[in-house]
Structures are given as C-alpha cells and as structure tokens.
Nanobody, 117 residues
Framework: QVHPVESGGGLVQAGGSLRLSCAAS????????MAWFRQAPGKEREFVAA????????DYVDSVKGRFTISRDNARNTVYLQMNSLTPDDTAVYYC??????????WGQGTQVTVSS
C-alpha cells in the first residue's frame, strides 16, 4: 500500500506563502511521479502541479505558474509545494497523489489551505 501524507496547510493572508509537504511510504519514490491537486468548496478537484520520478519533468496549471514551485527530495520520500503570492482563489483542500501506471492512484487525506483577503 502507498500512503501519501500531506502537511503544512493553514491560514495565511493574501500575498503570503506556505509550503506543503507530502511524505509517501510504500512506493519506490524516486521513480514515482507525484502531483498536487486541490478542491475548493463547491468546485471539482483540479490539477495543480506534477513532477515526474525519473526525469524530474514538471508541469503546472496556468493559474499557479510563477507563484508555486513543486520539488522533491528522493532521500526523504517527500514532495513539496512552495506557494507564494497566495490569493483567496487558492483557498482549497490540497491533495498529494502518487502515480501508478497511467493514473494517480494513491491519494493523501488532504490539507486545508485558507487565504484571507
């Protein structure tokens, strides 16, 4: 079993920063693509950022480009999401996911990020 566990959420004022962490056990982490998704109240879950396991290729949703940075530490089996210049539109539950095959199969429980105006 793969168990991603997120941490680092909280309440921050607009313009502030937060760093989310996701520790993933039960997986060959260095070769596993990892991603962050988020779900705002009343909205569908959306992709935020992803980082591949082998090449380290990175992708972001347009709305966070230039503000969010995804990275990974394979020695710690951890992926991070550095979030800067936060706005109230970034308020959501943020989920970490591990890819297996062609889809993100393993999900964490989520961490709440609230940005006040």
């Amino acid at each position: 079993q793969v168990h991603p566990v997120e941490s680092g959420g909280g309440l921050v004022q607009a313009g502030g920063s937060l760093r989310l962490s996701c520790a993933a056990s039960g997986v060959t982490f260095s070769t596993t693509a990892m991603a962050w998704f988020r779900q705002a109240p009343g909205k569908e879950r959306e992709f935020v950022a992803a980082i591949s396991g082998s090449s380290g290729a990175i992708d972001y949703v347009d709305s966070v480009k230039g503000r969010f940075t995804i990275s990974r530490d394979n020695a710690r089996n951890t992926v991070y999401l550095q979030m800067n210049s936060l706005t109230p539109d970034d308020t959501a539950v943020y989920y970490c996911a591990a890819r297996y095959g062609t889809s993100y199969k393993y999900w964490g429980q989520g961490t709440q990020v609230t940005v006040s105006s």
